[in-house]
């Protein structure tokens, strides 16, 4: 297990397998896992090649040392899972390609209200890298485990799978399979904002005006927010095929839903970039262009 | 040819986050520097820029995975304070039953998972097996008694806030989902077993404590200023004022979390990405405070519920106030373990907790600047979020938890690396047997 810039959610989504932590645990032999053992990145260095059955990458590459272990966990592991939305996607994280990298650094050390002394971090830190590219694009995984984080059954599903040599059989449905709203197929009148009035608890939240994005999101989550009365915003990722656009698929369906002219429909979305590929920035369409883009500007 | 001799521990282990140690020692092992190493950085303040300001709660908790529940909760605090929003008191119930569940989970995960394999194994044990897999091998036990407290405070999470993990039901306005009365007979059907479990982890927690008493009171004690939430004196993690607590142990500041740019500076340590924190008036380094369960445990005059008070009192009677030993962290966490049960089963207890008027249906967005502070399990959480009159999000300013505290690991780490090269302090401190030999 190892993880790259992350928040560990996707750790602590393991851990919530509860009991059955006591079946799971005892029957690894783990060789790296940062916040469970103490063996360092130079014993990880140190073992041979492909002698490590299964690993699991969690997280963004945002530093050289990010990429470094990656391709480390990479030759080491007969199996790599990339665990978790970021370590599919890009996630979160990956919005900071909205941006450049000097904008960034501007806003969280040289023009912040708390910081002073125009000081950039660079000493016994690994550089940072000036734009988030996918992981798969940096090595090959052998499974994609979305999510964020993957639920703990998931996890547990995928974790029993692979200790017994079966395959992991993934269910393909979308958010909307497993949401208990009902639909009526009813066109969207306005674009709501979620705080607005109180929603309708029986009816599709989409239907009422509320910007969801199950119906282009996998549903390995199954629907655990929107049936609390939370709109999705699409931390699964799209369903199989992973690497479709789940942006542009989420923006073709408000199309679909809502009959308003594209002007409307801009003014009322207010941020379709940070709703429709909040997750998945880096891998869509348009964000391979940012790539590019910062690639161009490189040579 | 140079006498330096520079130790890299990387990455440091069994800690959330990621950090590496860098430790450069002179001739006769004089330590001339120790630096801890944050090694990455994400920049959550920029691509929170430009979003509408409703959606941050639900982009913030990726901060850590580990405590979204603070963020997520900071963070629509800081909405709500920027558009002059006042939820229900049903809602802020939720939020505070909410923000106790992973108060225990956090501190369970803690001292089961990250430390007690120190106490159990020894702190020389073999690395393959000082870890919490070796602990569900040797002590099933007490591995059983941890994991059920972790299970009780997440899925108490998941049934209020939709997701264990980065929740999604707080909502500028209140919560977009009341607790059912069903729920809630299920969770106070488990706080008996859910409370044994915890008074069972406080015995151990004294036996620790008792047989590491000597390295509690010698190694890495190092003062410092200590930062943590109040309500008038009294340890509150939702909620308060926040003061400020000199290395004399007297009370500097006590302010409104607005005020907050008054009382924090920032330092850019050219070795970290995570900023140096400190009290501003006292100015850096002098000024450089910690936060988390010592920190607070020192701020407040007592705890909120009976039990944990009375473990605070026995604590200062042990170690003093304020306490500057780094190793009285994990006494301390489990003062906090026990307020947090105490909270869950108050909360679960109050007839409030199922109402369902939890939401209000008339939030309108204006532009505003609001500061949301929160006590995370690992420290005082500041977000500050400044919006336009359409609610989007112009400007974000965050300090987070484990930041209050970079810069004192750095200067105890300072205190041990010289007691341990220069003195050799650890050899003579009185080590008990570990609980299981390996």
Redesign the interface.
């Known amino acids: 297990m190892a ?11 393991l ?2 397998i ?2 059955n ?2 079946t799971v ?2 029957a ?1 032999d ?1 060789k790296y896992w ?9 014993d990880l260095e140190g073992y041979p090649d492909k002698s490590i059955a299964v690993g699991l990458y969690e997280g963004m590459v ?2 050289e ?2 990429a470094h272990l990656l391709k480390i966990m990479r030759a080491k592991c007969q199996t790599l899972i990339a665990f978790g939305t970021c370590s599919c996607f890009g ?3 990956g ?2 390609n ?2 450049d990298i000097e ?2 650094l501007d ?3 040289r023009e ?6 125009n ?8 550089a ?1 890298e000036p734009v988030v590219v996918p992981n798969n694009t940096i090595v090959d995984f052998d499974i994609y485990l979305p999510g ?2 993957p639920t ?1 059954r998931l996890i547990l599903t995928a974790v029993s799978a692979l200790l017994s040599g079966s395959p992991i059989e993934l269910e393909p449905h979308t958010v909307c399979h497993y949401c208990d709203r009902e639909k009526k197929e009813t066109p969207v009148e306005k674009i709501l ?7 309708d608890p029986d009816r599709c939240l989409l239907e009422q005006g509320y910007i969801c994005v199950g119906s282009a999101t996998w549903g390995l ?1 199954e629907g ?2 929107v ?4 709109t999705c ?1 699409g ?1 699964y990722g799209p369903p199989p095929p992973v690497f479709q656009d789940q942006g542009a698929n989420a923006i073709s369906m408000m199309g679909t839903y809502a009959p308003l002219t594209p002007e409307e429909i801009k003014e009322q979305v ?2 379709p970039l ?2 429709f590929n ?1 997750f998945t920035y880096t891998t869509s369409h348009l964000g391979s262009i940012r790539i590019k883009r910062e690639e161009a500007k490189n040579k | 040819m140079t006498d330096e001799k520079v130790i890299r521990i990387d990455p440091v282990t069994r800690l959330e986050g990621h950090g590496s140690l860098t430790i450069k020692l002179g001739p006769g092992n004089k330590v001339k520097d120790v630096q801890f190493n944050v090694n990455s950085t994400r920049f959550f303040e920029k691509f929170l820029e430009g979003r509408p300001m409703e959606e941050a709660p639900r982009i913030a908790p990726r901060i850590c995975g580990i405590c979204p529940i603070p963020h997520h909760l900071a963070s629509v605090k800081a909405v709500e304070a920027a558009w002059g929003v006042t939820p229900p008191p049903a809602a802020i119930k939720l939020r505070r039953l909410m923000i106790e569940a992973k108060q225990l989970s956090s501190h369970a995960i803690h001292f089961y998972a990250l430390a007690a394999p120190d106490f159990v194994f020894g702190p020389f044990a073999d690395p393959s097996v000082r870890n919490v897999a070796a602990v569900l091998k040797h002590l099933p036990d007490v591995a059983v008694q941890a994991i059920k407290l972790m299970e009780f405070g997440q899925e108490l999470i998941k049934t209020v806030g939709a997701k264990a993990v980065h929740p999604t039901t707080a909502i500028p306005g209140g919560q977009l989902a009341p607790l059912t009365e069903e729920d809630r007979d299920l969770f106070l059907g488990k706080v008996p077993e859910m409370l044994d479990n915890i008074h069972k982890t406080v015995d151990l927690a004294k036996t620790v404590v008792n047989a590491y008493i000597d390295v509690i009171t010698k190694i890495a004690v190092t003062p410092t200023y200590y930062i943590g939430m109040n309500n008038k004196g009294v340890h509150d993690i939702y909620d308060g004022t926040i003061r400020v607590m000199d290395t004399e142990g007297k009370i500097v500041a006590d302010f409104e979390p607005k005020d907050y740019t008054q009382h924090y500076g920032e330092h850019v340590a050219k070795h970290s990405y995570a900023t140096h924190i400190y009290h501003k008036p006292a100015g850096y380094p002098e000024g450089i405070w910690r936060a988390n369960t010592l920190a607070r445990c020192n701020v407040v005059e007592k705890m909120a519920t009976p039990l944990a008070d009375a473990a605070l009192t026995e604590m200062r009677e042990l170690i003093g106030r304020p306490s500057h030993h780094t190793f009285a962290y994990h006494y301390a966490r489990i003062v906090e373990l026990v307020q947090a049960a105490e909270w869950c089963k108050i909360l679960l207890e109050d007839p409030d907790i199922c109402n369902t008027d939890v939401k209000l249906s008339d939030v309108e967005p204006r532009a505003g600047d609001g500061v949301g502070m929160v006590e995370a399990p690992r420290g005082t959480l500041m977000h500050n979020y400044v919006s336009d009159d359409k609610g989007m999000l112009v400007k974000a300013n965050l300090i987070v938890a484990t930041n209050n505290n970079i810069a004192g690991i750095e200067k105890s780490l300072m205190t041990a690396a010289k007691q341990v090269f220069e003195d050799k302090a650890h050899e003579s401190l009185k080590l008990p047997d570990p609980l299981v030999k390996t």
């Not at chain 1, 993880?3 to 989504?13: A, I």
Request: glycine share 8%; hydrophobic share 30%.
């Open positions: 993880q790259g810039s992350s928040c560990w959610g996707c750790f602590q989504s851990i919530d509860h009991l932590l006591a645990l005892p690894l783990i940062q916040a469970v053992v103490d063996y360092k990145l130079a945002r530093t040392e990010d996630g979160i994280p919005m900071a909205f941006s904008e960034c806003v969280k050390f912040n209200p708390t910081t002073s002394g000081v950039i971090p660079s000493e016994n830190i690994p940072l964020c984080p703990s904002r979620p705080y607005e009035g109180i929603a989550c655990q927010c049936n609390k009365g939370v915003r931390c207010k941020d940070g709703t909040r």
